[in-house]
């Protein structure tokens, strides 16, 4: 079986947004037994889009759309898979009660432009959508499926999860493909390449090398009929190249450096804090994204003036002696984060992200000290990040939390 | 004149590295005069590279592919562009070289396979490439032209600016696309759809309607010789949109919510500060994210524990008496962290973002209290987002700072 995925709207063609549904879908097909072979965007263009469904519908088993099912006029993704089928739209009694009892229950009259929401072909069902007013369509005719669904993510993703994934998989009859990514630290993609050049070779499964921000990942992909036959194939080959790897591994798949360090930091029992300036607020919100943080994380502290590093215990006479952007006043933070939220560690960051310099810092001069007390290695360290404002604050967070686990994983 | 994009590659199709060069050309084309159609993707297999490729160069007047121009078997863009116009490859004396010198250069030799970087076919010329080994090909032969670039954008995006761009910019009409986008909040999609819909149906500007987190977006675009012809079509529309949604219109372009709050804080001499817990220091990195933004915001801090909050002046009795996700706790955040950073206002934002409910409260819910002192109106709102951890956060961001822009502009 295979797929083709057609990404829908002006603003995705021209690239003002990022279609971020488009890699969702083409991501998770595989593992449900079905090959990838083109992804289009098209903008709102009723005769555009009637093409490139038509023409992807020719050659491939299943076209799934995501966008333009909003109730303007700009929307007609709805038209152009009728006029793919040569099919009439007509409002559909059941969606339309639904829709009028949605608006009723927020305190709205539904706006008659939204009843073309409502509407669907003969060949097509409507796809449950609880987080917004589109519902989708799955329309199957000719041995051909073609899927529309929303375009915000938080309404596609769950529509994915929930309905259509379920629904894909039960007729898919393909080879299920399963994928696993062994994450890893210190070492170089050649490094890599060399010491377990003798698995590579393989073809099922067969075995990637990606340099990554966060290191080189080595990922394996396994094909058999069903997952678990896949993933058996999978165990033996992570064995071995977990075996050779050992102290370089620090994750797979979905785990992030804050997730793991935040893994660590709960099975410990430790607790931390944050004092950062020109990061802004990026690494607690970094740390917070983990589920659970709350076991481990006591606060921060965002000491964007000056005054506010001296308020919550930075001693004025470090930051005059060495400036407000050191080694030293780094460590201070640290030190004083660490005291005054009574937690184990304190992390303190401080530099300047720019556009400007500050007290003749240059723009990238970042320093990053971590205050272990006596439960980790406290240490300070300079950092230059050539890059954009937040490209700065992005670089600054993942070497704190880098730095993080490597005193954790130290002593 | 209108183009088709292609990106090439396996990884891309996948979404396993993210596409940013159709991104890229896509929004630079409109400027030159070219409209763009399609997007497409496509991984590293020759019929189906041939297909996408012939197929768009059978709609477009010019197809412009990134990607599958390396030295490695599955690099196919040059044996697919030669398919498409049924003509053969073989290398190019000059091509061959100036690859051979290159390596010579950096003190190697080139490896046999890089060969294939040096062919062409006889309507192909070479695209000078002075930071790789992979020149472009410009393919022009029956009023059709077919572009290929390589893939890494360092070396796409200087082939763009210098070869590409102006190379297009002589054979395109001369009309060029300019852009406005007014931001309104306050209003639905449909709202905004049925105030302006008698200026939706021009098509010169063409107005497009966006819901975006920070509310709609109106976006005009005019089409016209010149830059100056194009923006005198859209003043007198600007003008009228802006009368019919006045006070729902909050800024355009660039301007973001974060961006015009700091603007009237800075303008007015007031400071801010921020006490936040679920959403984990979002808020002031959103808020740290505008350069300039240290002229007002005075810090932050995130009460991750309740001790924290305690630590921070919360008193304990209002936590005691309505818990820690409650109005009165949010409105207690806000006037300590305004008391204790001093600054003019306060924010203070308590929720609970997920996975699991906490205390009672079910996942989503949010409060989100602004007290203002004398200089703005203080006022505690409740809300509910039934969206993920990291959604949840961003939504209870983009409302406090919306509510914040609303108590400046309010008193």
Redesign the interface.
Known sequence: MNAEIVSIG??I????I?DTN??????RL?ALGID??????????LT?LA??IG?ARE?ADVVITTGGL?????DLTREAIALVHDEETAVDPDLETWLRDLYKRRGNVM?E??IKQTWLIPSARAINNP?GTAPGWWVERDGKIVIAMPGPP?EMNRMWEEEVAPELAKRSTGTVLIKRTLKTAGLGESNVDEMISHLLKGNNPSIGL?ARADGVHVRMGAKAPTAEEARALIEPVEAQIREILRPHVWGADDDTFESVVGETLAQRGLTLA?MESC???????T???V?G??RY?????????T??KE?MGVDRAIIAAHGVVSAETAAAMAAAVRA???ADIGVGITGV???EPQDGVPVGQVYIAIDGGEKVASQALAFQFNQS??AI?RRAVTQAIMLLRRALVAE
């Open positions: 002006t603003e063609l021209l690239g003002e990022v488009a890699a969702y879908i083409a991501e595989p990838v072979y083109y992804k289009h965007a098209v903008g709102d263009n555009r093409e490139v023409r050659r909003g109730p303007t006029e700009d706006p432009r939204n987080r938080s990606y944050a990061t802004g607020g990026l690494l607690a919100d740390i917070t994204n589920p943080s709350s994380f006591r606060g921060g502290i965002v000491s964007y003036a005054e506010v308020m005054r939220l009574q992200a720019g556009p404002r937040t604050k």
